[in-house]
């Protein structure tokens, strides 16, 4: 079992940025795919970016994309989440998940067996 720990959370003005880490405890990292999701209030929880034990990155569909990276350091077992060019509608608590199985979707709540406690991220406009 794996236990993660979110931080870097916190209030931006728009524009800003922002980087997460995921930690973790309990088993080696290298061994997991990890994701990010966030929910914002009143929503369903949404998929941000995932990256694979093999380095591959999956990214939301939507603009996130083009101002969020993902990266994992297996050495120090944390996975980031870097935020730039914020906007208020990114505002929401980050989750980070993990999961070793293999061929479950990645991109849904479903994919991933093991959660953080989330960590806020505000972003006033």
């Known amino acids: 079992q794996v236990q993660l720990v979110e931080s870097g959370g916190g209030l931006v003005q728009a524009g800003g940025s922002l980087r997460l880490s995921c930690a973790a405890s309990?088993?080696?990292?290298?061994?997991?795919?990890v994701g990010w999701f966030r929910q914002a209030p009143g929503k369903e929880r949404e998929f941000v970016a995932a990256?694979?034990?093999?380095?591959?990155?999956?990214y939301s569909l939507d603009s996130v994309k083009d101002r969020f990276s993902i990266s994992r350091n297996n050495a120090d077992n944390t996975v980031s989440l870097q935020m730039n060019s914020l906007k208020p509608e990114d505002t929401a608590v980050y989750y980070c998940?993990?999961?070793?199985?293999?061929?479950?979707?990645?991109?849904?709540?479903?994919?991933?067996?093991?959660w953080g406690q989330g960590t806020q991220v505000t972003v006033s406009s």
């Open positions: 998940a993990a999961d070793q199985r293999f061929g479950t979707p990645r991109t849904l709540v479903s994919g991933y067996e093991y």
């Open positions: 990256i694979r034990r093999s380095g591959g990155t999956i």
């Open positions: 309990g088993r080696t990292f290298s061994g997991y795919d």
